[in-house]
């Protein structure tokens, strides 16, 4: 496919149907006319590059995939507007479902045909990943498109850059997310936990919340998460919690708000490209320019003051900006991109798991019961906690704490779909994958398949990941490729210890001090997205204070 690309492609048809041009009306400019009926070197021209793109057309639309395609004997829906771009718009319904819908249709299909045109393919069964996700995963980089997108959100950081340059940053990265750091870190987050919880107090006294006991927990987990990785990604403190508005919070807010005119900015972004789309006269072009500019902009003084700081006060904290900035290794313009990564990636995708922790919990009080007599019985209330507690040792052992959070984000991964593009003609588990094809990977359809998780994939069942009053790493599940929230291989969520250590403290100062329900009809907390999935219309919860 790599060559047929090459020759088809636009440029080059374009670029052929000039030169034929310029030929027929140099050699045969008497008798292409009356052959064809043409009367000027325009028409000539003009027929000769559609007569170009036709043949493309039929080329790419029946040639190839009913007669040379490696692809063309998958089953699969095949159309024209793939479900990829589809789920990010549907209705009514998570967008995840599409997904479940397509591998119950094709029980027996490992890889399902997405494309009319054999240009897209989905991944159904856990045999392929290991080549997709390990040993091949540098034949396979994100999609032009989505990174074209993406990288105006995430710069060009560990999770948009590809082959050796991915290789580079994420071993120079590697040493901020080690196990003995994130147990360093454990007091910190606790600390954030603890305000969040206060703050979440004080606004039933004085703010939302006053008279209804009703506030939106979505707000409260973005301004938690930010601080947190505010301190551990720059040394930096952003106290979110304790200002009414914050700049580089309402920039994320709205890039990542799942409004419908946003998705369908992304869904087109998706489908023909930012470049195009940004010819159109639509107003989210203008927001989508603002808002990336605006974020660009607020992180360069930070890096400057970074900077500064370890040049001239001898900064030693051991933040992921510091120690890139201390290799050596990076220009200005590529740490900017780091920070821009590490803050997107490191406090809304925790922020969206959090809250929809929070909603399953108000689904099923039942866990919510449990759970808070196990923190009370692992954590006393009169207990002391301070930089020596060993907060790790207490809470990484607890079954219901770890248990839920691992069903939260089986159930809800917060990147619910990945697409990964050939480079060059490979093949997974055997099945040739031409340059040029997009996989595509839906973490909520394997972590919901009833063939993987059985009968009760769907529902929120924290035993699954309890063996013996101990917590289990797998779930129950019988391969790690059957549980994909974080990925596997070189391209895995480098700060999956990270996320799960915040997790855990912030779910435990939650449980603490309140008790919750929903304050919304549950018909209305859908997941939505083009990035992480958070609930459409924010989640609205009734807290009850416990600790006064």
């Known amino acids: 496919m790599g060559v047929a690309a090459q020759i088809f492609s636009f440029p080059s048809l374009t670029l052929a149907a000039a030169t034929e041009s310029l030929l027929v009306?140099?050699?045969?400019?008497?008798?292409?006319?009356?052959?064809?009926?043409?009367?000027?070197?325009?028409?000539?021209?003009?027929?000769?590059?559609?007569?170009?793109y036709a043949f493309a057309a039929l080329f790419w639309g029946l040639i190839y995939p009913r007669l040379l395609s490696p692809l063309r004997h998958l089953d699969g829906p095949r159309n024209l507007v793939s479900i990829t771009h589809r789920s990010l718009v549907v209705k009514g319904r998570p967008g995840g479902d599409l997904f479940l819908d397509l591998d119950k249709k094709y029980p027996d299909e490992e890889i399902l045909n997405l494309s009319a045109f054999d240009f897209q393919v989905l991944i159904t069964k856990p045999r392929m990943l290991s080549d997709l996700l390990v040993h091949k995963a540098y034949d396979f980089i994100k999609p032009p498109?989505?990174?074209?997108?993406?990288?105006?959100?995430?710069?060009?950081?560990?999770?948009?850059?590809?082959?050796?340059?991915?290789?580079?940053?994420?071993?120079?990265?590697?040493?901020?997310?080690?196990?003995?750091?994130?147990?360093?870190?454990?007091?910190?987050?606790?600390?954030?936990?603890?305000?969040?919880?206060?703050?979440?107090?004080?606004?039933?006294?004085?703010?939302?919340?006053?008279?209804t006991g009703v506030i939106d927990l979505s707000n409260w987990t973005s301004k938690v998460t930010l601080d947190i990785i505010g301190v551990a990604g720059m040394g930096r403190e952003f106290n979110t919690l304790k200002k009414a508005e914050d700049p580089l919070l309402g920039i994320y807010e709205q890039l990542l708000e799942p409004a419908p005119a946003k998705l369908i900015f992304a869904m087109s972004s998706l489908l023909f490209g930012l470049s195009f789309v940004r010819l159109l006269p639509w107003k989210m072009n203008n927001l989508f320019k603002y808002l990336t500019t605006t974020l660009s902009n607020l992180c360069m003084p930070m890096l400057q003051e970074k900077k500064d700081a370890i040049i001239n006060s001898k900064d030693d904290h051991f933040d992921v900006l510091s120690l890139?900035?201390?290799?050596?290794?990076?220009?200005?313009?590529?740490?900017?991109?780091?920070?821009?990564?590490?803050?997107?990636?490191?406090?809304?995708?925790?922020?969206?798991?959090?809250?929809?922790?929070?909603?399953?919990?108000?689904?099923?009080?039942?866990?919510?019961?449990?759970?808070?007599?196990?923190?009370?019985?692992?954590?006393?209330?009169?207990?002391?906690?301070d930089q020596a507690t060993d907060l790790a040792s207490i809470f990484e052992p607890l079954p219901y704490l770890n248990g839920i959070m691992n069903e939260t984000?089986?159930?809800?991964?917060?990147?619910?779909?990945?697409?990964?593009?050939?480079?060059?003609?490979?093949?997974?588990?055997?099945?040739?994958?031409?340059?040029?094809?997009?996989?595509?990977?839906?973490?909520?359809?394997?972590?919901?398949?009833?063939?993987?998780?059985?009968?009760?994939?769907?529902?929120?069942?924290?035993?699954?990941?309890?063996?013996?009053?101990?917590?289990?790493?797998?779930?129950?599940?019988?391969?790690?490729?059957?549980?994909?929230?974080?990925?596997?291989?070189?391209?895995?969520?480098?700060?999956?210890?990270?996320?799960?250590?915040?997790?855990?403290?912030?779910?435990?100062?939650?449980?603490?001090?309140?008790?919750?329900?929903?304050?919304?009809?549950?018909?209305?907390?859908?997941?939505?997205?083009?990035?992480?999935?958070?609930?459409?219309?924010?989640?609205?919860?009734?807290?009850?204070?416990?600790?006064?």
């Open 25 to 52: 009306i140099k050699f045969y400019a008497d008798v292409f006319p009356r052959i064809f009926n043409l009367n000027t070197h325009l028409d000539i021209t003009a027929v000769i590059f559609l007569a170009n």
């Open 145 to 211: 498109k989505l990174s074209e997108l993406l990288r105006h959100i995430l710069g060009d950081g560990l999770v948009m850059v590809e082959g050796d340059q991915h290789k580079f940053l994420r071993k120079n990265t590697m040493p901020a997310f080690s196990f003995r750091h994130i147990k360093d870190l454990y007091p910190m987050m606790w600390e954030k936990s603890v305000l969040m919880s206060k703050a979440l107090q004080e606004a039933l006294e004085d703010g939302e919340g006053k008279n």
């Open 324 to 385: 890139l900035i201390k290799s050596g290794n990076f220009t200005d313009p590529e740490l900017k991109d780091q920070l821009l990564t590490f803050l997107a990636a490191g406090h809304e995708t925790t922020s969206s798991a959090l809250s929809w922790a929070c909603y399953l919990l108000a689904k099923y009080p039942e866990f919510q019961n449990t759970l808070r007599e196990e923190i009370r019985h692992a954590l006393p209330n009169d207990s002391e906690i």
């Open 409 to 548: 984000l089986r159930l809800y991964p917060t990147v619910p779909l990945t697409m990964r593009q050939a480079i060059r003609d490979s093949n997974l588990a055997g099945q040739d994958i031409p340059k040029g094809v997009i996989v595509i990977l839906s973490m909520w359809q394997m972590n919901r398949s009833p063939e993987l998780w059985g009968p009760e994939a769907g529902e929120f069942r924290p035993e699954r990941w309890i063996t013996a009053g101990k917590p289990n790493s797998n779930g129950g599940a019988n391969s790690n490729y059957e549980f994909l929230t974080f990925l596997h291989g070189p391209r895995s969520c480098i700060g999956q210890g990270f996320a799960k250590a915040e997790m855990r403290c912030l779910l435990a100062s939650m449980i603490r001090n309140f008790s919750w329900e929903l304050a919304m009809d549950d018909s209305e907390i859908l997941p939505r997205g083009a990035i992480t999935i958070k609930p459409s219309n924010g989640l609205l919860l009734k807290l009850k204070p416990l600790r006064v």
